[in-house]
């Protein structure tokens, strides 16, 4: 039963890094995106 819930603690810990991980290449796509958008918009720049 203890194996199990440590077990059962260990996975959510990991999928919550995945998840975050996931979250901060998103977030590092979009600001890429906008980037390419505002150096369209603003070649000056």
């Known amino acids: 039963m203890t194996a ?3 077990d ?3 996975d959510s810990a990991v999928s ?3 998840r975050r991980k996931h979250e901060f290449e998103l977030a590092e ?3 890429d995106a906008m ?3 505002i150096r ?3 070649p000056s720049r």
């Open 40 to 42: 369209k918009e603003y």
């Open 29 to 31: 796509e979009a600001g």
């Open 4 to 6: 199990d819930r440590s």
């Open 8 to 10: 059962f603690f260990l």
């Open 35 to 37: 980037k390419s958008l």
């Open 16 to 18: 919550v890094q995945t």
